[in-house]
């Protein structure tokens, strides 16, 4: 076991010689894990991660439900803390930050769309794109304003003041994603934001994920079972029993697109 | 560039934890209208109960004012036609009654020191009786039978009588009263002896006092003399020795008025034509016809006054409709007043702090009531939002921020809640209390005081139960890593 962590850490490493070595390093975990439980009930989530995200990037993180992909999502995302090894964004290691730094942290350097979209129900479009900003000590004015544009970005500008029940799942995580880039953040964590959504929504929503990469040079890190995905990303990551199985960039995934497609039909 | 600099996040001021917390709750209307029920049930209980104890013992106390006030005039009618049994006279002279002491100086010719002696003897009496009166029961009637202390101390002046009482008391080993067997015996052969003839002394004095207002009105009956009292009837009394100055003239004239129309009636009541007449027309079988039964019958809706007054005056009673009408309803006040005053004098003093142990346990149950009920209804909130609180955090609250949404959002609660359940609560309390007590339901400044202060106390109890209730576990929600609280559902 030991060793299959060594090996992905080395093909992790290896990855990006290919593809620049110029490009600087944004997240990297080491020997990652997480263990949910005690004793003989205890489930071993990530068995020792070794990955990099360097900045800008568009990668996706694939694999099948129950393989970790989730935990490796909310670990790098700083929502909950590892069970062992480190992870460090921007070479800071989050372990070390206190409660007060950690909110800084997630309220202006990450932006998160969860697959539920998890809005909070009794705002409007446009509150809900807020809120961050009220945390990040934007006056009102200015972010109504910033929220206004954001939700033109992603389209939904004529919906600014209906509620999430009030719309349509493509409509939340769109108001999802604007909420998520409120106030600029350097990275974006989608954990499946297509799986709640039929496959034309899903597209487009993958679409603004891209053009927010894209134009903004934010990194986006996505996790999915969407083999669209495949087509804008970077990086693939492939995660599988709590452990790195392989990472390739897209030129690479290209020449064996059919084995893939083969794969998973 | 570094991602993480040395700055720290905002905390955002109150003011907005509490737009949040209205805004939330607004969306929540019908949840958060349950909490608010529930909290609004629980003060209300507490009010109900707090107020329905004040007003109980206000209406009781005056109850037994009233009671009092009359049995004192019913008494003076009383004086002023007997002299005071020996018990009256002893209680007295035991209790330092400064009036009645006056009284009893002039009639019975008591020096000061004199007066002193027979008070302490007094004193002693009454002391030797409480202890006779706490032995238990079979004790008690082998020792004085159904004797009281007085009999019981005439009885002993009999050296035999005395002899047999000390066998007994050794046969029982039973302690004597007072300071010993050789204590109580003076009090037996000396003091009482002195007192006993001091009592006859204030007898005769008395006797002579009444004799002298008869002489003083002649013809007149003391009762009349009473109803209408003549322009110098006061000064008569003070002359003979009565504490005229203590007398309210008025109120005593209308008492005595009242008690006089009872009587002509009850003596009409027992005339055969007027018995069987009333029987009849009440439609009661052949029971003794009580005035009060009469009373009753006048007061409800199948009365007849007129008619009544008619019956009256075949038989040579003249008593107008009415005047038959108010006694009905004095008298039937004054049965009720009985009834709710009780045995036991209520203590003056009445607060939310002094009410009696029982309903202290009710109070307390209707807290522990709202501690659970408010408790539940909190954590079901806090918990049904672990979502929300995780997606704040992740959107950059700080733990704080959320706690102070959380206990915004309770103390919202708990004083709406506790404004409608101070509301419900009162209107349930005087509802209860008119029921009960009808009429007779008081309210004295004091009382309106002191129900201000029950509701006040059950606005703050209201909030704080909320406030309590939802800290737990909004704290524990905060406290999560939002991954964490995103897993619970």
Not at chain 1, 36 to 47: I, P, R, V
Not at chain 1, 75 to 80: E, F, H, P, Q, R
Not at chain 2, 8 to 26: D, E, T, V, W, Y
Request: proline share 3%.
């Amino acid at each position: 076991m030991e060793q299959t962590a060594n090996q992905s850490a080395t093909r992790t490493e290896s990855a990006p010689a290919d593809q620049g070595r110029d490009r600087a390093v944004i997240i990297r975990t080491l020997d990652l894990a997480k263990i949910y439980g005690e004793g003989e009930t205890a489930t071993h989530a990530l068995q020792g991660v070794n990955s990099i995200v360097y900045r800008g990037e568009l990668i996706a993180i694939m694999g099948p439900s129950g393989s970790g992909k989730s935990t490796f999502f909310n670990m790098v995302g700083a929502l909950d803390s590892p069970s062992k090894g480190r992870i460090l964004i921007d070479e800071v290691d989050v372990a070390q930050l206190s409660a007060v730094e950690l909110a800084f942290l997630r309220c202006r350097k990450i932006g998160y769309i969860f697959q539920s979209f998890n809005l909070i129900r009794y705002m409007t479009a446009l509150e809900n794109v807020t809120v961050p900003m009220s945390f990040a000590g934007v006056s009102p004015e200015e972010a109504r304003r910033r929220g206004m544009e954001l939700l033109d970005l992603v389209g939904i500008a004529d919906r600014w003041d209906h509620r999430p029940i009030e719309m349509s799942g493509g409509q939340q995580q769109r108001v999802a994603i604007a909420r998520a880039m409120c106030n600029l953040p350097q990275i974006l964590l989608a954990d499946e934001p297509t799986a709640n959504l039929d496959l034309a929504t899903g597209e487009s929503i993958l679409a603004t994920l891209q053009r927010i990469n894209q134009e903004r040079g934010v990194t986006v890190i996505c996790s999915t079972h969407d083999h669209r995905l495949l087509k804008m990303c970077d990086r693939i990551m492939w995660i599988r029993d709590g452990m790195v199985e392989r990472v390739e960039s897209r030129e690479n995934i290209k020449i064996k697109v059919g084995t893939i497609g083969g794969e998973q039909a | 560039m570094k991602l993480i600099e040395a700055k720290k996040q905002i905390n955002l001021g109150p003011a907005r934890a509490l737009q949040l917390a209205l805004s939330g709750m607004l969306y929540r209307f019908f949840r958060s209208g349950i909490t608010v029920a529930i909290l609004c049930l629980a003060v209300a209980f507490l009010v109900h109960t707090l107020m329905h104890g004040l007003l109980t013992h206000a209406t009781e106390f005056s109850a037994f004012r009233e009671i009092r006030e009359q049995r004192e005039l019913g008494a003076l009618v009383g004086r002023m036609s007997r002299p005071d049994s020996p018990g009256m006279v002893l209680d007295s002279l035991a209790e330092d009654r400064s009036t009645r002491l006056d009284e009893y100086r002039t009639w019975g010719r008591l020096e000061d020191d004199e007066l002193a002696q027979v008070g302490e003897t007094a004193k002693r009496i009454l002391q030797a009786e409480s202890y006779l009166e706490s032995l238990p029961d079979d004790n008690r009637a082998i020792l004085m039978g159904d004797a009281d202390i007085l009999t019981l101390l005439r009885r002993f002046q009999q050296r035999a009588q005395y002899e047999l009482y000390l066998e007994r008391v050794e046969q029982l080993a039973l302690r004597h009263p007072l300071d010993g067997e050789a204590d109580f015996r003076r009090l037996v052969q000396v003091e009482w002896p002195r007192l006993s003839e001091v009592l006859e002394r204030i007898r005769e004095g008395q006797n002579r006092a009444i004799e002298n207002i008869r002489e003083a009105y002649p013809g007149i009956g003391i009762r009349q003399l009473l109803i209408e009292p003549p322009d110098n009837f006061a000064e008569v009394l003070e002359q003979v020795g009565f504490a005229a100055q203590e007398i309210d003239f008025g109120r005593l004239s209308e008492f005595a008025a009242w008690a006089e129309d009872r009587q002509r009636l009850e003596a009409a009541l027992t005339e055969r034509m007027v018995h069987t007449a009333l029987l009849r027309r009440m439609n009661v079988g052949s029971e003794d016809l009580s005035s009060i039964a009469v009373f009753n019958w006048l007061a409800s809706r199948r009365g007849d006054p007129q008619w009544l007054s008619g019956l009256l005056s075949q038989s040579g009673v003249e008593i107008a409709p009415e005047r038959l009408d108010g006694l009905a309803d004095y008298f039937i006040r004054s049965d009720r007043l009985q009834e709710v005053a009780g045995v036991e004098p209520p203590t003056e003093e009445a607060g939310i702090f002094s009410l009696e142990g029982r309903l202290r346990w009710l109070i307390l149950l209707a807290f522990c009531v709202c501690i659970v009920g408010v408790a539940n209804a909190m954590l079901m909130s806090v918990t049904e939002r672990f979502t929300e609180i995780a997606t704040m955090k992740c959107l950059g609250a700080l733990d704080g921020f959320v706690m102070m949404m959380f206990v915004f959002e309770a103390a919202i609660q708990g004083f709406i809640g506790g404004l409608v359940g101070i509301a419900l609560g009162t209107l349930l309390a005087f509802a209860r209390g008119f029921v009960e007590y009808g009429t007779l339901l008081t309210l004295t400044p004091q009382i309106v005081a002191q129900i201000a202060l029950a509701a006040l106390l059950s606005l703050v109890v209201g909030i704080l139960l909320a406030v309590l209730a939802a800290v737990g576990p909004s704290l524990v929600a905060a406290r999560l890593a939002p991954m964490e609280a995103m897993r619970v559902e």
